[in-house]
């Protein structure tokens, strides 16, 4: 005797419970529950609070499949003993497997908040994963894989059929997805490590999630029976082609891992290439993000922080020299002068006491002997031109007090005038 397939039990019954009269009862009974269920859910997701936690969130994603899988289960007992109950026994595991699979994507969401990807694709993906687990359900599985195994092709000496590639892709997004995991473990870890340079554990991070992609993507397509060397010719002629067309990128990389490991650029030096100047404020892979104390920021390549000369104003020592020159009357005292000028400079809060303010007369001018003031700050960070505006003003104000006059040039124009002859 031959035992009948599932899932042709399963519609035969369906078919049926169609032809009685009573089928509309089933009908009529599933949706009063789910809309019950949507109901629950959208009060349930009204009564929480915005940003009450991770338990609020997953609530409010499981309320609507959990509340109709329950009220379909007390109808199809209700009803079990009246009519057939074939389209409600079908309802209650597909209502599960929604259930489990919003679970698994909100477990995803948490363990990787900053994959926009996930986000942007949760519906489709949810509903992808849900329709399969639907196949399964109903037994109609092997039949959609025996059709997806007639359409094949040939690649290279690998046959390769649309069963395969779909069972890959699943398969590699699922292995990716594990590594990914896998390593935001290792940052969590590594970052804890303060007595590593901050340069090396974003090498050290970076490093590692690539070779756990390479090797996920690897073994999982071993895993699904594609031959790797029947890849080797594309995969030669695509790295040909990636290293002609995209030279400049590679050359950023590359120079981007060179800058993390010999930590000649760390995050907040000072630098300036060029023209551009301002704080480090991120290493990327391909750029460095330099931040100007007017708010403006610039993305500067990594390969031209190798191939040019960077001015690193905190490479080895932060402390920062700056300078400010003023003229005074020639009938000055320079002695008193210069001496309110010093004063002026070691009263600020941010100007260092080792090495001190200096004085310098650097020029007799035209119309005025220049002074020069040289002071020390640690934190060039916090920016320059504010400590010489605060220290300029009190020059002007100690000058204003004593007398000492800032002269500004003049210029003596005399009327010749000629004799006329008589």
């Not at 040939?154 to 649309?162: A, C, R, Y």
């Not at 699922?174 to 590594?190: I, P, S």
């Amino acid at each position: 005797m031959t035992q009948k397939n599932p899932a042709l039990q399963l519609f035969n019954d369906l078919w049926q419970d169609v032809r009685d009269p009573d089928f509309i009862w089933q009908v009529l009974a599933l949706v009063v529950c789910l809309g019950v269920a949507s109901l629950f859910a959208r009060w349930w997701r009204s009564q929480r609070a915005e940003g009450a936690g991770r338990l609020s969130d997953a609530s409010a994603r499981l309320a609507f499949p959990l509340t109709g899988m329950i009220l379909v289960g007390l109808t199809r007992l209700l009803l079990k003993p009246f009519i057939h109950v074939n389209l409600l026994k079908l309802a209650m595991p597909l209502l599960g497997s929604m259930a489990l699979v919003r679970g698994v994507v909100f477990v995803l969401r948490q363990a990787f908040p900053s994959a926009t990807w996930l986000t942007a694709w949760e519906r489709i993906i949810a509903a992808v994963v849900w329709s399969w687990l639907a196949l399964y359900i109903t037994d109609l599985a092997p039949y959609v894989i025996d059709a997806l195994e007639q359409v094949d092709f040939s690649i290279g000496k690998q046959k390769v059929d649309l069963w395969m590639i779909l069972h890959g892709a699943v398969t590699v997004f699922l292995t990716v997805v594990a590594a990914l995991w896998v390593a935001g473990l290792f940052e969590r870890k590594l970052m804890r490590v303060e007595t590593l340079d901050s340069s090396l554990r974003i090498v050290g991070i970076r490093v590692a999630k690539a070779l756990l992609t390479v090797i996920a993507i690897v073994a999982s397509l071993s895993l699904v029976g594609i031959d790797m060397t029947a890849l080797s010719v594309f995969t030669g002629a695509l790295g040909v082609g990636l290293g002609l067309g995209l030279q400049k990128i590679a050359s950023n990389y590359v120079s981007g891992f060179i800058i993390l490991l010999d930590r000649s650029i760390r995050i907040g030096n000072i630098i300036q290439i060029g023209a551009d100047s301002g704080q480090v404020t991120q290493i990327t892979t391909r750029y460095t993000v330099l931040k100007h104390p007017g708010g403006t920021e610039f993305i500067v390549p990594n390969e031209t922080l190798i191939a040019s000369t960077v001015q690193n104003q905190t490479y080895s020592d932060s402390r920062l020299r700056l300078a400010t020159t003023i003229g005074v009357a020639y009938s000055t005292d320079l002695d008193i002068a210069m001496g309110l000028m010093a004063e002026a400079a070691a009263a600020h809060p941010r100007v260092l006491a080792d090495p001190g303010p200096k004085v310098f007369l650097t020029m007799f001018a035209e119309s005025s002997v220049n002074l020069e003031l040289g002071f020390w700050i640690a934190d060039p960070e916090e920016g320059r031109g504010n400590v010489v505006s605060d220290i300029n003003l009190a020059i002007w104000r100690a000058f204003r007090e004593h007398g000492i006059e800032i002269p500004y040039p003049q210029r003596e124009v005399r009327i010749v005038h000629e004799k006329t002859a008589a």
